[in-house]
């Protein structure tokens, strides 16, 4: 069985959905990488390493759920990802504005911006084809 998502605003969701699945997975097997790449300490304390590593979880979870919508080209779930990735754009955006978070979160917040415009674009493409 070949997996093709049907449609653009499809190819979005499973993107980001293979990307999350990716790094949580990288993250459960080595969670000090993944705090590297968001800005927090190389020997962090064991809070924040199964802080992380639950976060992972989530990822990978996360992935799997935006692969299987992917799939069966679920378009209420696209919808739904695009104010709630906005969301996070502003949640993350503002621990970091505010210190709480590393500067290097703003990628991540960036991130998700950058997929709820992507998806937004998409629905509205494939709303004018035939």
Known sequence: MRFSPRSTAGWTIAVFGALAAV??????????????GTGFPADPPDSTRVFATASSMASLNM???????AATEW???FRFTVPFRLLTLTVFSTLVVTGVAPGAFLGVALWEGAG??????????????P
């Open 23 to 36: 790094l949580g997975a990288v993250g459960l097997i080595a969670p000090e990488l993944v705090l590297a």
């Open 63 to 69: 992935g799997v759920y935006y692969l299987v919508a």
């Open 75 to 77: 378009r209420p779930f």
């Open 116 to 129: 709820a415009a992507a998806t937004a674009v998409a629905l509205a493409h494939d709303r004018r084809r």
